[in-house]
């Protein structure tokens, strides 16, 4: 039992990750980081210093200047820099920059829980519970539309948003989102929030006991 309880949580846009990973975090009293504020706020950050969202080293060095203090702007949480987070994300160098500051938070002793798309895969590779949680475009597609009320956009415009989103984040070869070979898949798409993070519970506790037996 050397290895700190990670519980690594993968999956795309809108699936329910987000709030899973919250309460597993409450659930075992561990810290919880959501990745893709950071890559929101790479997206943001480079759109007001006037930088191109297509130009890597531009974007590479916004993230190499972000720090966990600068992740409360209340912007980041818009369809925007959603949009903004997923087209800085494809660049290996912004990646590469934010990689250091999401292994660190995995490592610490008394555990984590982080969610994004490379969480099982590339950040947290020996992560001893991982899970991919998903849903059907239209059911993301709805969930997002009803976070977005105050934004005054249309169903339809935020299912092609996620169908998007999906192509760009997961859609190739190498691409960021993809499941671990050893996660197990939770599709949330016939479930109530209650009932997915119980369904995660359960995954986790099967996982926390092979954990500490190991
Ligand atoms: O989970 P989210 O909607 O906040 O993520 C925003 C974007 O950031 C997403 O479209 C892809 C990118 N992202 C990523 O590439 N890797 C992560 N670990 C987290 C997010």
């Given at each position: 039992m050397t290895?700190?309880?990670?519980?690594a949580v993968d999956g795309p846009a809108a699936s329910g990750?987000?709030?899973i990973a919250t309460r597993?975090?409450?659930?075992?009293g561990l810290p919880v980081l959501d990745t893709g504020l950071l890559y929101r706020a790479v997206g943001v950050l480079a759109l007001r210093a006037g930088a191109d969202l297509d130009d890597e080293a531009a974007a590479a060095a916004v993230a190499r200047g972000l720090s966990a203090g600068l992740l409360d702007?209340?912007?980041f949480r818009t369809r925007g820099a959603?949009?903004?987070a997923s087209r800085v994300a494809v660049h290996?160098?912004?990646?590469?920059a934010l990689l250091e500051m999401q292994q660190a938070f995995a490592a610490q002793a008394g555990g984590s829980v982080l969610d994004g798309r490379d969480i099982g895969t590339v950040i947290a590779p020996h992560a001893p519970a991982k899970l991919y949680?998903?849903?059907s475009?239209?059911?993301?597609a709805e969930r997002r539309w009803k976070q977005l009320a105050g934004e005054g956009v249309a169903y339809d415009e935020v299912l092609a948003d996620i169908r998007r989103r999906d192509a760009r984040d997961g859609g190739r070869e190498n691409a960021p989102m993809r499941q671990a070979d050893d996660a197990v898949l939770l599709d949330t798409s016939e479930m109530t929030i209650e009932q997915a993070t119980d369904a995660a519970r359960r995954i986790v506790e099967a996982a926390r006991a092979r954990w500490v037996n190991s």
């Open positions: 290895a700190p309880f990670v519980i990750k987000g709030t597993l975090g409450a659930a075992y702007d209340p912007e959603g949009e903004a290996p160098a912004v990646r590469a949680v998903t849903a475009p239209q059911v993301r």
